[in-house]
């Protein structure tokens, strides 16, 4: 059965989720990273891309994720075309990776980065990465080079971090420098390792 021992890695837009999973990944627990199959199978379909929105946005078999992010941010329905497109796909292919991993019986991460916004996936636990919204801000215009208005309208363009930390099983508050946020994510370790038990 899927999803047994998955805990959802989540949070919003430069609240370190990335940092997060890096951690776990030195604590030897073993990651699935919804973005990264995403990547994956957005190239896997680049000729179904190339006629939904135009053979400029493939080249040499890869998608050219950049432009075509230009293009669903700014256009619902294309987005809409999209998510119908990969979402299935992605969904089909988490699954069966987690199906793998709960044959360890031993909790693993999920990274789903929209998982409250989506709700599709019938997973119980979850860790937020959590940041105030201003830190967040902050990091995203440094990380990305967006000016305060883009970087704005990115991070509002998700769930409010405010929220997602209340829906939360658990969070890890990355407000602080890199060794707090390694005693946070040992922290949570030990919490979860005591749930599954």
Partial sequence: MAFHYA??????????????????????????????????????????????????????????????????????KKKEEL???????????????STQEDEYEKPYLIDIPLFFETNRYPIEKSLVVYTRKEKQLKRLMQRDGYNKAEALSRIESQMDIEEKRKSATYVIDNSGDLNHLKHECERVKEIILGDFR
């Fill in 83 to 97: 998510e119908s497109l990969l979402h299935p796909l992605i969904y089909e292919e988490i699954e069966y990776l």
């Fill in 7 to 76: 805990v959802v890695l989540t949070g919003s837009i430069a609240t370190g989720k990335s940092s997060v999973a890096t951690i776990f990944s030195s604590f030897g627990w073993h990651i699935i990273d919804a973005d990264t199959l995403a990547h994956k199978i957005l190239d896997e379909q680049s000729e179904e891309i190339s006629r939904l929105f135009g053979k400029v946005l493939v080249e040499n078999g890869k998608v050219l994720r950049k432009e075509l992010g230009k293009i669903i941010f700014h256009d619902m």
